[in-house]
């Protein structure tokens, strides 16, 4: 299921083969104002082909400080 959010489509996406280690990514559609609220993006998660089906690449999601990669220890859990 994707959640419909009142800011549009958003992606999470897990990066597991950086030498930096393991980490997340969060993303939105490219584009501002109403083109970063569109909903239903196709960011891939229905199987289609990156370059024959063309889908929608993400605009990164920065956390506070400018870095948009969200480091985890391997193994760990989420407390609660």
């Known amino acids: 299921m ?3 959010l ?4 958003r992606v999470v996406v ?3 083969g950086d030498p930096a280690g393991p980490h997340f990514h969060a993303g ?9 609220t569109r909903e239903g993006v196709n ?3 229905d199987g289609t ?3 024959k089906d063309g889908f929608e690449r993400y605009q990164k999601i920065d956390k506070p400080g400018g870095d948009h990669h969200l480091f985890y ?3 760990s859990q989420c407390p609660g």
Do not use: C, N
């Open 49 to 51: 082909d990156p370059v």
């Open 43 to 45: 960011f891939g998660w």
């Open 73 to 75: 220890r391997k193994g």
């Open 28 to 36: 939105m559609p490219k584009g501002r104002g109403e083109d970063a």
């Open 14 to 16: 897990e990066h597991t």
């Open 2 to 4: 994707i959640p419909k």
């Open 6 to 9: 009142p800011e549009g489509s």
